[in-house]
């Protein structure tokens, strides 16, 4: 009698355990989800909306004087910097729960996005306006890294 009451036990420790791992497994895969479905529509917006292409030409501008020489040129992106991003918002306490190069991929990516975010927001040097052009192209290219991260992390959900 106790042989049965202790295999139940285990029987009963076993089904919990297995149950929380299912569970587990089900919460990282909807933070992935979540996550992949961000980047990838926030990828597509800077593609369509050509941000990386309209910094390149602002970078062309001011190395050709058309705005006249040492001419300051400002790009402003109207960004509400709180709510563009709500998945990571909600969930970047959980990106470790993600395997490390993935997660490393997702929070690269969105810091990399953020820093141009904060450069065409109040307060940021493209905003403000700026006679120098290699802020526009170190912009583009932040850009295009972030971009290149996000193929990455989405090509991945096909595979």
């Known amino acids: 009698m106790e042989l049965v009451v202790a295999l139940l036990g285990l029987l009963g420790t076993l089904l919990g355990g297995a149950g929380y791992v299912w569970k587990r497994r089900q919460e990282v895969q909807a933070i992935r989800q979540g996550f992949r479905s961000e980047i990838g529509s926030l990828a597509e917006v800077i593609r369509l ?24 040129l400002g790009l402003e992106v109207p960004l509400d910097l709180s709510s563009y991003r709500p ?42 306006g700026t006679p120098n052009s290699e802020d526009f192209r170190d912009a583009a290219d932040l850009l295009e890294r972030a971009l290149t991260i996000a193929d990455e992390i989405c090509d991945a959900k096909r595979s």
């Open 49 to 72: 909306r050509r941000y990386i292409e309209d910094l390149r030409e602002c970078a062309r501008e001011i190395d050709e004087g058309v705005h006249g020489e040492g001419a300051s």
């Open 87 to 128: 998945v990571w918002a909600h969930y970047a306490n959980r990106v470790g729960s993600l395997p490390r190069g993935e997660a490393e991929k997702v929070c690269r990516f969105y810091q990399l996005v953020d820093g141009v975010a904060r450069d065409v927001s109040p307060g940021g040097v493209l905003h403000s």
